[in-house]
């Protein structure tokens, strides 16, 4: 298994410019996660999914939207990119709820995005 | 609003030290999550706990639900071991985790 995989791994965007961050995973795992992480920061949700065709958003969602019509694949796209989004972007996985049963989640390798 | 935070921010020890981090949670239903983020930026999953202790090669972790605290031990440390350590408690739906701001590991030769 592959596991968590995103592309691209590194993006320089200019202000205003759109795009999408994209993000698979082969475990058949229900659950998905974006986060993004700001240098000496700790990880903040953007949006998630429980499953296809559902999604919610997290803690820092503007500036952001997604949509989950596969199990595998949870894009997050990027509207007129502001400064302030630039950071690490992170994908993660689980089976289920890593709360309630205590499913760890996945990473994947990052994107690390710079608006200029 | 749950609350996760970490001590220490920075940790700096020799090789062969005993090493702790600390976590204190406000929410805390069934598993606290222990993570590790190495220097390339990669995170793994070290540990989910919801009572009592886990051991998984040097590194333990304890957790005290009635305190809501969480320790991450790690014995005869070694400079591998540098990375940032993070905790993670879930919301109250169970459906996301809240991190800690993590606690930046450095052993030295």
């Known amino acids: 298994n592959a596991g968590v995989t995103q592309t691209p791994k590194f993006r320089i965007l200019k202000i205003g410019q759109s795009m999408t961050l994209q993000c698979t995973q082969d475990m058949n795992h229900n659950y998905m996660y974006w986060y993004r992480q700001d240098p000496g920061m700790g990880l903040k949700l953007i949006y998630y999914?429980?499953?296809?065709?559902?999604?919610d958003k997290g803690e820092v969602p503007n500036g952001y939207n997604v949509s989950r019509s596969t199990t595998e694949d949870f894009p997050l796209r990027l509207e007129l990119a502001a400064p302030s989004q630039t950071s690490v972007y992170f994908c993660?996985?689980?089976?289920?709820?890593?709360?309630?049963?205590?499913?760890?989640?996945?990473f994947g390798p990052g994107t690390r995005l710079t608006v200029t | 609003k749950n609350e996760v935070e970490q001590s220490p921010q920075n940790l700096t020890a020799q090789e062969g030290e005993f090493i702790t981090i600390n976590c204190s949670y406000s929410v805390g239903i069934s598993a606290l999550h222990w993570l590790q983020q190495h220097p390339g930026g990669g995170i793994v999953s070290l540990f989910m706990?919801?009572?009592g202790k886990k051991k998984h090669g040097r590194l333990i972790a304890t957790i005290n639900i009635q305190e809501k605290h969480s320790s991450l031990h790690i014995t005869a440390s070694h400079p591998r071991d540098s990375a940032v350590y993070i905790c993670a408690d879930p919301e109250t739906s169970g459906s996301r985790l809240t991190f800690g701001e993590g606690t930046q590991l450095t052993v030295n030769p």
């Open positions: 993660a996985s689980s089976l289920s709820a890593s709360g309630r049963r205590g499913h760890e989640q996945y």
């Open positions: 999914s429980v499953g296809a065709g559902i999604t």
């Open positions: 706990l919801s009572s």
